[in-house]
Each structure stands twice: as structure tokens, then as C-alpha cells.
């Protein structure tokens, strides 16, 4: 990157040269700092919540199986699409950009909820195995021996220009639904250092904000 420097340097407009010394390079200094402390995780609260969801994704596949038969698996596209759309006759609401098949992504499901009681399962299915594969069994081998997780923070991961993690995703924690009494396993396992406490914050429309005061 640093070989990279006067090259880049040289296109920037001076505007984008002003944004980039005032906003970003500060940003990074501070991004740099969040890497080096980390996150702290409860280990053992990590391997009480993969062993409920391995339980809870085991009875939705026992019950997905009751209506489509015994070894469907509901990762394989095609068993799903044949299911929904051939064996059960459900209508198709869009197809698939890459394939032009009929599309059994999440917004496709969404849609054909309540027409049949094997979709409402799929979802909650797909649900669990995506909490188990990133915050609580794919959550385990990121925990250091100090009990703390380490996440890439990427100043530039997203298209909106807001950051992003990587390695592991912690901007996507499932929000606790006051209506669902298990959505709180998830940030549970994620707690304050000793002496410290963890504090929620929100900023409202920061990237218009500091728009504002660039303009």
C-alpha cells in the first residue's frame, strides 16, 4: 500500500485530498485502535448457545422432513425448489439473477409464507444454522486465550461508506426482539471486560452530518 502512495496521491482531487487527510487517515488511526482492543466473549456462553442451536436446528429439520420426507436436506437449492414448486405446487415469485431457475432465497421465502407450513420452517431453519455458523460455533475458534475476539474493521467494507467487520461479522448480532424470549442468546455472549461496562450508542445520520460540515 505504502508503494501505492504518490501514485494515488496524485490523482486526488484536491477536495477528495482535503476529505482524505481531515476524515480518513484520523479514521484509521482510530480503526487501528478497535482492532487492538478487541471484543470480549464468554467462551462458555458460546458453547451453551451452539448447543441449543444445534438442538433447535435438529427438530426444525425433523419437522421440515415431515412434510418433504425423510433425508431432505434443506442446504441443497434444488431439493428446496423441487419441493416448493414441483411437489407442493407453490407458485414462483421470482427467479434467480444467475441461474434463471425459480429463486428460493430469503425474500422469495418471505413471500410464500403461510401458504404452506414447510416455508415458515425453512426460514426459521435457515435462521439458526446462520446463528450457529457465525456466533456461536463459527464464533468459538475466534476466541483468543485472553477471551477476546479480534474482527477486521474495514473503513471502506461497505457501498454506503459505513465500515464494516470481517473475520468475524459483528455489525449483523441479531437485535433482541422484546416478543421473542431466545433472541437475547445471541449478544449475551458478548460481554464488558472486568470493571468495565458495555454501553449502547447510536448515531443518528452521521454520514449527513459530516457531510454537512464538509460542505
Request: hydrophobic share 40%; charged share 20%; aromatic share 6%.
Amino acid at each position: 500500500t505504502g508503494l501505492l502512495e504518490d501514485q494515488l496521491a496524485a490523482e486526488m482531487t484536491p477536495e477528495a485530498s482535503g476529505v482524505f487527510s481531515r476524515l480518513a487517515m484520523p479514521a484509521v488511526a482510530a480503526i487501528a485502535q478497535m482492532e487492538r482492543w478487541g471484543v470480549c466473549a464468554d467462551r462458555g456462553a458460546v458453547e451453551q448457545y451452539a448447543v441449543y442451536l444445534s438442538r433447535r436446528g435438529a427438530e426444525l429439520i425433523s419437522q421440515i422432513q415431515g412434510h418433504a420426507g425423510a433425508g431432505f436436506n434443506p442446504r441443497s437449492t434444488p431439493a428446496v425448489a423441487d419441493l416448493l414448486y414441483k411437489r407442493l405446487g407453490l407458485k414462483p415469485n421470482r427467479q434467480s439473477e444467475r441461474t434463471g431457475a425459480p429463486s428460493t432465497d430469503a425474500d422469495s421465502l418471505e413471500k410464500l409464507r403461510g401458504q404452506h407450513p414447510v416455508v415458515g420452517l425453512l426460514l426459521e431453519w435457515r435462521q439458526v444454522d446462520k446463528l450457529d455458523g457465525t456466533y456461536a460455533r463459527g464464533l468459538l475458534p475466534h476466541i483468543r486465550p485472553d477471551g477476546k475476539v479480534y474482527p477486521s474493521v474495514n473503513l471502506d467494507g461497505a457501498e454506503s461508506g459505513r465500515l464494516s467487520y470481517s473475520e468475524p461479522n459483528l455489525q449483523n448480532i441479531p437485535a433482541v426482539d422484546p416478543d421473542v424470549p431466545d433472541s437475547r442468546l445471541a449478544r449475551n455472549c458478548f460481554i464488558a471486560p472486568p470493571g468495565w461496562v458495555l454501553l449502547q450508542a447510536d448515531y443518528k445520520q452521521l454520514e449527513i452530518c459530516v457531510a454537512a460540515m464538509e460542505s
